[in-house]
């Protein structure tokens, strides 16, 4: 055992601290080459990470910079500044702390380039733009350590991708290199040590204690929850009275749209004017900082939020969290309520509240999970090769390079382990030449090969474009929402969204009702409106799909003879659905037939997930299109498709058939806009295309032509090309999903039933009052178009002129 | 053919999905902005290597523009090549191609502010042409009864933006023809100040649809 050194022994005795066993094993196994911290909020983690590097620098000795802090928010570096300089201080340690992020002054980033402090605290893209700069050998050449916080929620992105890309770049400048995770409860933590270790190295694990099982429950209330629909309007009496009880309240909800709604309701019942507030992605920087301050304050009973408060902020004083919708996902769920009430070894309470009948289900099968300590999350694939490309595009910034040293390097990163040399070939000679089959840039490549084999710039000037280009983060183009007259902003839209808006639309943004008057200078000017009901606010509606372990668990709880654990609205719910037709089963796909409202309806119970439900309905449409069953449209949740017709569809087995289903998807996903926009966030990652400056916008005059162009002009003639392969991968897993369309196809492996009906079945009734229905596009865009365009030429009485 | 037949200062015109404008009765074909060679230039100056197909695209719609209509004339009015080193560098299959286009036909580059001086290709150069009672630019002056390019219009509907020719009783402001271009909302100021009363919008794509486009 490593004991604490004395100056640090009585600082802990100063404040009457004990050091925590999981930080007593960071020391003791400090000279480890990796090494992960996994411990709740409020468990001493990040002390435990940095005492190390503490104790090592403590008799100054070290000249130059010692340990890298890496977070995925520049906030939390701030957060971990001020928090590191209270021992630093009170022990008179002669150490300097300083962050480096996009926030940070020129003149202060120059001058930590000449002087680098012991500590720097910074993000992945900083780190990668230090990492780009020709001095870099002479600044990491001394470091020891690197912290990576937050490791858990890097890891399930690009941006731990191309962290763990800068670190094999770092342990190549610094052979010395230590590297410590910090994380939080996660399903598999082999997964995330192999990510950080530099392979083939082992990475020791450490578990800190979890403390006491969190207390959570299921929301009752007097009102049955309906049918349908995400609002959970029905249990805003009951959230308020929970409000009332508690310190703070956090109320989380699954998307910005969502939130904005609650929230509107609550503040419509909330007659006793307790303090609440309302925070996501889509509101201005200014007010979200705005009621983040007010929390830290504790002057706020409750926040209505999504997922940008899951991160970075202290959480101090909230004792409870509620989940208003299905969680979707356990293991954030999990993380979530693990943040709660700050105590260690005190339980974190939550309460979940289903927005509708299929929810309480979903409820039950995650609150379940959660007891059982069954996490979910899908294995990560192999280190995606976009981010590969902008690596060699920053490592060639730097200076000349060798590309078998390159590649040696990157074989150290877990993810890319399996790389072949083929496929980083491949990944350079589209950094170099563009990688085109047919055509080739004779003058113009952008890496050239010295005789001595090295590789570099061709032009050394484009190093700044590539610099400006560094990040993986995919930036949606936004639009501001000011009122009119009022310089401040309220929030912003999506661009996409503000397209749909006419004059005299309402929407809500930032709790209150506004319409729209006009655009002005790429920004959406609106006015207050008094009005109760605004037309629907869509803008970023990320909706998650429920995990393949949750989904089991449904169809788990489906084969139950009865639902002890359901309220009892809900299983006879169920009951009747076993009655008149039958509960979906594991291994089979339940085809339900029946007739509504003049048309022929099916409904297909897949239980892929959102997403994958949601292809699903495109291909099968296309194929009932070809075999002339007339679909007029579909619309999918997590667990069936419903599809609308003139038709019926008397034998639903052929349309299961998977190689149909495989063919259909090739063709399907070619012309497909989830292809086009996948394209666009992998190009723009390899540096194919630029990312949108805001000046450019602003005139209103594109810098670039849209990305679809390029997207379509490889498609036609060079379809094989690295680009479009990384896209194809990339929505295989992500929108698209049809990796769990194969894993429905091989689950069930034909086994089809097929349920024909005279009226609507119970389990199906949700889906007619679900929103966001697709239209079979027979006669395509074209057509919307031209009747909008005859409507208005006819409406401004011109023919022609 | 899915064009949008109208009637210009007098004149007899067709705006064609592709971006092209068709005068039946002068049996001539103008096509405006075809930028060739932009990716190779902006592979020269940026170092980003655009798949390099442009030419080819652009080309192959001329080319199928040119079987639909058989024109005995056509002009390109102006930006036709990215920049004159573009124009130098262009490859020998794509200059056959061009030539077998030119072959039998009076061809017409206006110049334009990419490409201001002479092109060792077939054709005439000119700074500007009368056809009937139009006359043909690169850039719009305040003159009437005028067809020019230079700005890229595109129009904005059901929440779609397409390139689109945008014309009142004096000028019409064609769409960029090539295949690497962007474009400028038909809204954008410049563009309104060019427009005494509210133009109408053609809107490209698999069928020409015209609109009004409500800017006054």
């Known amino acids: ?801 | 053919m899915n064009g949008y037949y109208f009637s210009f200062c007098g004149t007899n015109c067709v705006a064609m999905p592709s971006g092209a404008l068709y005068l039946p009765d002068n049996s001539l074909l103008c096509v405006s902005d075809l930028h060739l060679g932009k990716s190779e230039r902006i592979a020269r100056r940026s170092g980003r290597m655009l798949p390099p197909y442009e030419v080819q695209q652009t080309l192959q719609k001329l080319d199928d523009d040119l079987t639909m209509t058989t024109p005995e004339s056509v002009v390109c009015l102006g930006d036709s090549f990215d920049d004159l080193d573009a124009a130098a560098q262009l490859g020998d299959d794509m200059r056959l191609w061009l030539a077998g286009m030119q072959a039998g036909r009076n061809w017409v580059w206006i110049e334009g502010n990419h490409d201001p001086g002479p092109i060792e290709l077939g054709g005439t150069h000119r700074r500007e042409m009368r056809i009937g009672s139009l006359t043909l630019r690169h850039i719009a002056t305040d003159a009437s009864a005028e067809v020019s390019g230079h700005y890229h219009p595109k129009h904005r509907l059901a929440g779609r933006s397409r390139p689109a020719f945008l014309y009142d009783k004096d000028r019409m402001i064609m769409p960029a023809y090539g295949a690497y271009t962007g474009g400028l909302a038909s809204n954008a100021p410049v563009l309104r100040a060019l427009f005494g009363t509210s133009p109408i919008a053609v809107m490209t794509g698999h069928k020409a649809i015209p609109v009004p486009t409500g800017n006054g």
């Open chain 1, 1 to 801: 055992m490593n004991p604490l050194p004395p100056i640090f022994k009585d600082w802990f005795d100063r404040r009457g601290w004990d050091v925590h066993p999981h930080q007593q094993a960071m020391l003791d196994q400090a000279t480890d080459r990796a090494l992960m911290l996994i411990a709740p909020t409020g468990g001493g983690k990040t002390l435990g990470g940095f005492l190390p590097s503490l104790i090592e620098l403590a008799d100054g000795a070290h000249a130059g910079l010692h340990t890298l802090y890496v977070s995925p928010l520049k906030a939390l570096a701030a957060d971990i500044k001020r928090n590191l300089r209270t021992p630093v201080d009170d022990m008179g340690l002669p150490i300097r702390i300083e962050d480096r992020t996009g926030d940070t002054s020129y003149t202060q980033k120059r001058r930590q380039r000449a002087d680098p402090p012991q500590i720097l605290l910074t993000t992945p893209e900083s780190l990668a733009l230090l990492l780009s700069y020709e001095d870099a050998p002479r600044i990491f050449n001394g470091l020891q350590r690197i912290i990576v916080d937050e490791i858990h929620a890097l890891a399930e992105s690009k941006r731990g991708d191309q962290l763990m890309l800068a670190l094999s770049r770092l342990q190549t400048l610094a052979p010395n290199l230590r590297r410590v995770g910090l994380s939080a409860t996660v399903e598999d933590p082999q997964a995330i040590a192999n990510q950080l270790a530099c392979h083939p190295d082992p990475c020791t694990i450490i578990n800190a204690d979890p403390g006491p099982d969190p207390d959570i429950a299921m929301l009752l209330t007097a009102e049955k929850p309906p049918w349908s629909g995400g609002g959970a309007k029905y249990a805003i009496p009951a959230v308020l009275e929970q409000v009332k009880q508690h310190n703070t309240t956090l109320i989380f909800h699954n998307t910005r749209a969502q939130a904005e709604i609650f929230f509107h309701n609550l503040w419509l019942a909330n007659t006793d004017d307790l303090p609440i507030g309302i925070h996501h992605g889509s509101l201005s920087r200014e007010q979200r900082e705005k009621v983040e301050a007010a929390m830290v304050a504790g002057q706020l009973r409750a926040i209505v939020c999504t997922g940008s408060l899951d991160l970075g902020i202290d959480w101090g004083n909230v004792d409870l969290v509620i989940q208003v919708g299905a969680p979707k996902n356990v293991k954030r769920l999990v993380q979530r309520i693990g943040r709660a009430n700050h105590r260690y070894n005190a339980p974190s309470k939550a309460l979940l509240v289903p927005a509708n009948r299929f929810e309480v289900v979903e409820c039950v099968a995650a609150l379940e999970a959660a007891k059982a300590h069954e996490l979910d999350g899908d294995p990560k694939g192999p280190g995606p090769r976009d981010v590969l490309c902008q690596h060699i595009l920053i490592t060639a910034c730097a200076g000349p390079f060798d590309e078998s040293v390159l590649y040696a390097e990157i074989k150290t990163v877990g993810a890319y382990q399996g790389l072949s040399r083929a496929a980083f070939d491949d990944c350079l000679d589209f950094c170099a030449t563009g990688g085109y089959a047919l055509r080739a840039y004779d003058k113009w490549k952008r890496l050239l090969q010295t005789p001595d084999g090295m590789w570099q710039l061709r032009d050394p000037r484009a190093s700044q474009r590539i610099r400006m280009n560094i990040g993986t983060i995919q930036d949606t183009d936004t639009l501001k929402v000011r009122l009119k007259g009022n310089f401040k902003p309220l929030g912003e839209v999506e661009e996409a969204f503000a397209a749909t808006l006419t004059q005299g639309d309402t929407f809500l943004i930032g709790g209150q009702v506004v319409r729209y008057e006009n655009l002005k200078e790429m920004t959406v000017e609106v006015s207050r409106r008094a009005d109760k009901a605004p037309k629907i606010a869509t803008f970023m509606g990320t909706k998650f799909a429920n995990s393949t372990q949750l989904s089991q668990r449904i169809l788990r709880m489906f084969a139950q003879p009865d639902w002890p654990t359901l309220p009892a609205h809900t299983s006879e719910w169920l009951n009747l659905q076993r009655k008149f037709s039958k509960l979906p089963e594991a291994n089979r796909i339940l085809v339900e037939s029946f007739p509504h409202d003049g048309r022929h309806h099916i409904c297909v119970y897949g239980f892929a997930g959102r997403n994958a439900m949601q292809t699903l309905g495109m291909l099968l449409t296309q194929r009932m299109e070809e075999k002339g069953l007339h679909p007029l449209g579909f619309v999918a949740t997590d667990y069936a498709t419903l599809i609308w017709g003139l038709d019926p569809v008397n034998d639903p087995a052929p349309l299961f058939e998977a190689t149909n289903i495989r063919a259909d998807f090739e063709t399907w996903l070619s012309g497909n806009a989830v292809m086009k926009k996948t394209f666009r966030g992998a190009a723009t990652i390899a540096g194919l295309i630029e990312r949108n400056l805001p000046q450019a916008r602003k005139s209103g005059r594109q810098a670039t032509f849209s990305s679809d162009i390029l997207y379509e002009t490889l498609t036609k003639y060079d379809p094989d090309h690295l680009m479009l392969r990384i896209t194809r991968e990339e929505a295989l897993r992500g929108l698209v999903d049809f990796g769990r369309i194969e894993e429905m196809l091989s689950r069930t492996a034909g086994r089809i039933d097929h349920v024909v009906l005279n009226r609507v079945t119970p389990l199906s009734l949700p889906m007619f009052l679900e929103r966001g229905r697709i239209g079979v596009a027979g006669a395509g865009q074209d057509r919307i178009l031209e009747e909008e365009a005859a409507r208005l030429m006819q409406a401004a009485g011109v023919q022609s002129l």
